[in-house]
């Protein structure tokens, strides 16, 4: 059974800092790719940022240089770093991982950020 679960949201003040960590169990982690989307209430889904197996990462251009993806492959774990964080940064963070060509596309529940003083 696959399971990715979120952690390390929370509420934090305008200009804070948080660490999200997705663990993964169930999947060959290193082969999927790994992924960050958020959702803030009465919007759609959106990208956050995506990595490769490789290392490879790609984000959403309005959030280059604050956020940070990485991976660590023994750990099972992808982490998203967000610093500067604003209050238009409150969402649902979810993970996702994916191999396409396999069409296997599994989501994580979602850890709640609240950017707010």
Request: proline share 3%.
């Amino acid at each position: 059974q696959v399971q990715l679960v979120e952690s390390g949201g929370g509420l934090v003040q305008p200009g804070g800092s948080l660490r999200l960590s997705c663990v993964s169990s169930g999947i060959i982690f290193s082969i999927f790719n790994m992924g960050w989307y958020r959702q803030a209430p009465g919007k759609q889904r959106e990208l956050v940022a995506t990595i490769t197996g490789g290392g490879s990462t790609n984000y959403e251009d309005s959030l280059k240089g604050r956020f940070t993806i990485s991976r660590d492959n023994a750990k099972n774990t992808v982490y998203l770093q967000m610093n500067s964080l604003k209050p238009e940064d409150t969402a649902v963070y979810m993970c996702n991982a994916v191999w396409t060509s396999r069409g296997h596309d599994y989501w994580g529940q979602g850890t709640q950020v609240t950017v707010s003083s």
